[in-house]
């Protein structure tokens, strides 16, 4: 009995974790177009499970119009092995009911859809590998690519099987009907563990002035939650939800720092997680025009980057300290972005990481969020000054480095290895205080090897959250190069330097 009750509780207080997220948004000043958060609400069936409205409207990340609602179905498993693909979408037993499917259930919602409405399946189950499905969803915001699928020009093409298997399903006439149906649907598959919700949820609250429970055994907000259902509560505005955590007794008395929003973009920006808020373009250093996709342009030089970069972030942290970085980069603007707010300016930096799914993480050096540490090989390869650092963290670049410092690094006599103790991958990083720490630790390394005169050359595998805390340590480390590694091939497939800090 206990294992069958057990799922269904966790797949509860997945969903009010998920709606505890973007209640928080209630609370925030940055965020005032955000006036309504309901859950299990009496919207469009599967899409009920969590809805936000918006006035203003919100920005919308992947084409023309705004965003005035977000409507949430949630489908949590306990393991992490499930699979679907687009004829899954057709089939009712996908989202737990008996007749009705979830494109049907998006049909019927569209028939009767107020203006600027946005539909979202967020999902702990991945696409099927090799489905077609995965080239539908957009890596921006996951929403359908509708370009895609109208490639192909008959029903026996790729996509166009997938049209046909979804318009006969809606009983529909014409391809057209089935793109408007589908349109501003999102699909959010991989989603975050139960744990990891938790998490942002304490993160989230204490941005507000709210207390965090991250810590305790019980998590206090799952019981909350529960509360609300049995008081017939499922809709908070602004001041309904401020009265609740008074009511409570939920709010700090330390109260939350006043963050402004920043914002540098080398490539098109991801889009913001609908629980954030942008950067104003007032407080934003746009450099994509500097770049043909991640190449930098021929007739542009890395070092025509470097003092924009730095006098923008000067100018912020002159005009408020406490900020929140967002950093669609290459890494090495991070370390740069880093190695310019450093410490002892004063700056309290919290950079938000976005990752898989974009869940919008927030990393912060003293979030509390520790992990065990790195190992450092140092292998010396002559007596030459300069010291070369591969770092491993998503994945484990010390080959490439190793050929690329045989045949263009003449003068490196040492060769720094950095891999994390738990492994090389996505999530080898907990947070803010482990990557804090993981740099520090680099930092003193390289301080300890290093000759008088001599040049760091970084090679960072990591997350941009990771090459900014880093960057915050490049003095200890004397003179630094961080590389770009060329992933498209454009010019020779190898490194290339690029700022000299």
């Known amino acids: ?30 965020r005032p177009e955000v006036v309504e958060v309901t859950f299990e609400a009496d919207g469009p069936k599967a899409f009920d499970d969590v809805v936000v409205r918006y006035d203003p409207s919100r920005r919308y ?59 979202h399946l967020v999902t702990t189950d991945r696409v099927r590998d090799g489905d077609p499905l995965a080239d539908l969803i957009s890596n921006h ?26 318009r006969e399903h809606l009983q529909l006439s014409t391809d057209q009907e089935l793109f408007e149906i589908i349109d501003r649907l999102h699909i959010i598959q991989g989603h975050y563990s139960l744990d990891f919700l938790r998490q942002q949820v304490s993160l989230n609250f204490r941005l507000v002035g709210l207390v965090g429970a991250e810590a305790e055994t019980a998590f206090i907000y799952d019981e909350a939650a529960k509360q609300l259902v049995v008081k017939d509560i499922n809709c908070f505005t602004r001041a309904s939800f401020e009265e609740w955590c008074r009511a409570e007794e939920w709010f700090s008395t330390k109260k939350p720092e006043i963050r402004r929003s920043i914002a540098i973009s080398t490539f098109e920006p991801g889009a913001t997680p609908t629980h954030m808020r942008d950067a104003s373009p007032e407080f934003t250093l746009p450099l994509e025009q500097n770049f043909e996709g991640r190449a930098l342009k021929p007739e542009k030089s890395w070092m025509d980057l470097k003092d924009p970069v730095v006098e923008f972030l000067k100018r912020m942290v ?14 090495s603007i991070a370390f740069l972005a880093g190695s310019v707010l450093k410490f002892k300016l004063g700056a309290d930096v919290e950079i938000i990481q976005k990752g898989l799914n ?37 994945r ?24 994390p103790e738990n492994g090389v991958g996505q999530a080898s990083i907990q947070g803010g205080q482990h990557a804090s ?13 290093r000759k008088p ?48 800090i």
């Open 318 to 331: 002159g005009e408020q300290p406490v900020m929140r970085l967002f950093i669609d980069v290459h890494s």
């Open 61 to 119: 990340a992947s084409g023309p119009g705004r965003v005035t609602v977000d409507y949430h179905q949630i489908k949590w498993h306990v393991d992490t092995g499930g699979r679907f693909g687009f004829e899954d979408l057709t089939d009712p037993a996908f989202i737990g009911a008996s007749s009705i499917s979830l494109l049907e259930r998006l049909k019927s919602a569209k028939a009767n859809a107020e203006d600027g409405a946005a539909y």
């Open 437 to 449: 720490s993981i740099a520090a630790a680099i930092a003193e390394n390289v301080s300890a090897v």
């Open 453 to 500: 005169g001599g040049t760091a050359h970084i090679f960072m595998a990591a997350p941009n959250a990771f090459s900014f805390l880093l960057g915050q340590q490049a003095e200890a480390m004397g003179k630094c190069i961080p590389y770009e590694f060329d992933f498209g091939g454009h010019e020779d497939g190898s490194y290339k330097p690029t700022f000299i």
């Open 141 to 166: 915001d996951s929403s359908l690519r509708l370009q895609v699928l109208k490639n192909g020009k008959t029903d026996l093409s790729r996509m166009g099987s997938v049209r046909k298997c979804w």
């Open 396 to 419: 484990d670049p010390i080959h490439k480095v190793k050929e690329y410092v045989a045949r263009e690094l003449a003068n490196v006599g040492t060769i720094v290895h950095v891999i």
């Open 1 to 30: 009995m206990a294992k069958a009750v057990v799922p269904r509780w966790h797949g509860d207080n997945y969903q009010s974790r998920f709606f505890w997220i973007h209640a928080a948004s209630l609370l925030d000043p940055d």
């Open 358 to 394: 974009n869940p919008g993480t927030i990393w912060n050096a003293r979030d509390g969020k520790e992990g065990p540490p790195v190992i450092i090989n140092n292998e010396y390869i002559g007596d030459a000054k300069d010291i070369a650092i591969a770092i491993g963290v998503s």
